[in-house]
């Protein structure tokens, strides 16, 4: 192999790396509906799971112009649900991100990230969407509110006025970092670090709102999860979602690695 293909080979390769794996993502492109779980799934989840669907908790949301609609009459979340049959008229069982090819891929680079484009038409409320993590499973009794439950083990709100709010099994750990409250598309990114869904691991959380960091700080632990992994994305007010992504992306130092290695396998071709 001469320099050049090193070169490309190494690029691919980081470029992989950065970029991560897809395990699945919802873009809402279907027909305006005002009930989600009964919604057109033709085309539009893609991933290494495309079988997962989208369905409402609490309430019953919606699809309007391609995007998921969060109704506002009370609070409400989404969660996510094995549709390998892809019939919508009856909910498979919550999926268990732990399990299967999703779980090895997680561990395979001990990162997970949950993204969201989030459609915002009122920049004023203290109003929010959330994203709660390691919550009670299937079994368990739905709670009014999951984000501050004591069995979330991470939950963390987005206020539509730019502040933030941050929750560990419940207890309030005051407001974290804020960010630019400016109407219209903010992308979402919540990338947590975990080596095993055994309870007592250690989670850590970076999250982010259009680039600006709003919590990177003391890990969490898995408690009470018996080795599965559950989650949902809330909300406490309309507001529009679209390209609901959970991925898998490698720590940065993974990253760094496979480039010092590319740089030493081309010093030594070189010194060849």
Sequence with gaps: MNKNS????????????????VLFQDNFNAP???????SDQTGRRSGLVPGIQVRSSRIQHGIVSNQLNFLNNRTGRIRFHDDSD????????????????????????????????????DNSTNNWVSVNFGISGPGVPEPGFRVNHPETDIGMLLRFNGETQLFDNGADLTAQGSFSPTIGTRRVTFDY????????????????VDGTEVYNGNPFTLD????????????????????????????????????????????RRRSN
């Design 6 to 21: 090193i070169l490309i080979a190494g690029f691919a390769l980081s470029s992989s790396l950065v970029s991560g794996t």
């Design 32 to 38: 305006d509906i005002n009930n989600l779980d009964q």
């Design 86 to 121: 892809n019939d919508t008229g009856t909910a498979g069982i919550w999926y268990d991100w732990a399990s299967g090819i999703t779980g090895s891929t997680i561990l395979g680079t001990q990162n997970l990230r949950i993204a969201f484009d989030w459609n915002v038409t």
């Design 193 to 208: 670090t975990l080596d095993s869904f055994a309870d007592g691991t250690n989670v850590g959380l970076i999250a982010n």
């Design 224 to 267: 009470n999860n018996g080795g599965e992994l559950y989650f949902e994305i809330g909300n406490l007010q309309n507001t529009l979602l679209d390209n609901v992504t959970i991925s898998s992306i490698p720590e940065p130092s993974v990253v760094l690695m496979s480039l010092l290695g590319l740089a030493g396998l081309v010093r």
